[in-house]
C-alpha cells in the first residue's frame, strides 16, 4: 500500500475515487500533520501557513511526490526536494481565470474611476460627469509573466481591443525578451505582472522601471509583492510619477493599517482576493491530483510538475 497524506477537508472529494493501493491518512491539524508527514509517501500537506508545510516536507523522509494547491512555489524547501528526488506538482493555472478577471477588473475600475462612483452612491450623490475617461480600446500594455494566467490575461484583453505585448525567452510577433522591455515601457498605458516569485523576478520592478514608465501608466500587480520593490512604488505613486496601481499582491501580507498604500488615491489595495474570487478551486485542484494518481502509480510523468532548479 502507498500512504497518502492529506488534509481531512478534503475527504469527501477523493474517498470512492482514489485507486486500488492508495491508503489515505487525513490530519485535522498541523500537530497531525506533523506526526504523520514521516508516513507520508503522497503528501498534500497544504496549510495557511508556508513555514509548517515547510516543516512537514522536511519531517517527510518517504516522500515520492508531493501535490499543493498553491501556484506560487516560494516558501517550499526546493532544495530538500531535489536532493530527495522528490516530484513537485503544483496549482498552475487553477486560478488562472479569476485571477485574469481580476486584472480586468482593476483595469476597467481604474479606466472609468469606479471607486469614486462607488464612493459617490456611498454619499448619495448623483455625479454629473464620469471620474474617468479612459477606454481599454486602443491601450498598450505591456505583459510581464506568460503562464497559465498571463495567457488567460492576453485573451481576455483581445476582446477588448488592447494592443498586449509579451515578455517571455521565445522571440515571436508580439514578444519582447527579457533583456529588451526595459528600453520600451514608456510605450505602454498598463504594465501586468503575472511572473513567478524567483530570485530572478525579486524587485524587478524598482525605481528605475518606475521612472521609465509613462506618467499616465498603471502598473497591475497579480503576482507577488516581492517582485516590486514597494518603497519605490509608493514614493512613484505619492509624487505622481506614475498614474495609478492595481495591487493584489504587496509586501507584507497583511498590509500593517498604517502602511501608505492603503491611503493613497492611486492606489487599489485588494487583499491577495484575486485568487479565492471563485468556488471552484479545490475541485479543479482535486480532479488534478486524481488524474495524476493513475500516473504516479504507473511510473508515467505527472501533470504540471515544477522545475524544482528554476522555482516555478
Keep these: ?11 469527501p472529494l477523493v474517498e470512492g475515487h482514489l485507486p486500488a493501493g492508495i491508503e489515505p491518512r487525513y490530519f485535522r491539524h498541523t500537530d497531525e500533520l506533523m506526526d504523520l508527514a514521516p508516513e507520508a509517501e503522497i503528501g498534500w500537506f497544504d496549510l495557511h501557513d508556508k513555514g509548517d508545510m515547510a516543516e512537514a516536507i522536511r519531517r517527510a523522509g518517504r516522500l515520492r511526490w508531493l501535490n499543493s494547491i498553491y501556484a506560487g512555489v516560494d516558501g ?15 496549482g498552475a493555472g487553477i486560478n488562472a481565470i479569476t485571477i485574469a478577471e481580476y486584472v480586468i477588473l482593476g483595469m476597467l475600475s481604474i479606466a472609468k474611476g469606479y471607486r469614486e462612483v462607488v464612493r459617490a452612491q456611498d454619499r448619495h450623490e448623483w455625479l454629473m460627469d464620469s471620474p474617468g475617461k479612459m477606454e481599454l480600446a486602443g491601450s498598450r500594455a505591456l505583459l510581464l509573466g506568460y503562464g497559465a494566467i498571463g495567457q488567460k490575461v492576453a485573451h481576455l484583453l483581445s476582446a477588448f481591443d488592447v494592443d498586449v505585448t509579451v515578455v517571455r525567452r521565445t522571440p515571436g510577433e508580439g514578444v519582447l525578451t527579457p533583456d529588451a522591455w526595459r528600453a520600451r515601457l514608456g510605450e505602454f ?8 516569485a524567483t530570485g530572478e523576478t525579486d524587485g524587478m520592478i524598482g525605481a528605475a522601471e518606475l521612472a521609465a514608465m509613462k506618467p499616465s501608466a498603471t502598473l497591475v500587480n497579480v503576482a507577488r509583492g516581492s517582485v516590486v520593490d514597494q518603497p ?6 505619492s509624487e505622481k510619477r506614475i498614474g495609478a496601481a492595481f495591487l493584489d499582491v504587496t509586501t507584507p501580507e497583511p ?16 487583499m491577495h482576493l484575486s485568487g479565492r474570487a471563485q468556488d471552484r478551486m479545490f475541485q479543479r485542484s482535486v480532479q488534478r491530483f486524481l488524474g495524476n494518481m493513475p500516473r504516479f502509480l504507473a511510473g508515467e510523468p505527472l501533470t504540471h510538475v515544477v522545475d524544482l532548479a528554476r522555482g516555478y
Design 255 to 270: 498590509l500593517p493599517q498604517d502602511h501608505p498604500l492603503w491611503s493613497l488615491p492611486n492606489a487599489h489595495v485588494t
Design 189 to 196: 498605458d498598463w504594465v501586468i505582472l503575472a511572473v513567478p
Design 1 to 11: 500500500m502507498t500512504v497518502l497524506v492529506m488534509n481531512a477537508l478534503a475527504a
Design 232 to 237: 519605490a512604488l509608493v514614493a512613484a505613486l
Design 76 to 90: 517550499f524547501p526546493l532544495d530538500v526536494m531535489a536532493q530527495r528526488g522528490v516530484t513537485f506538482t503544483n
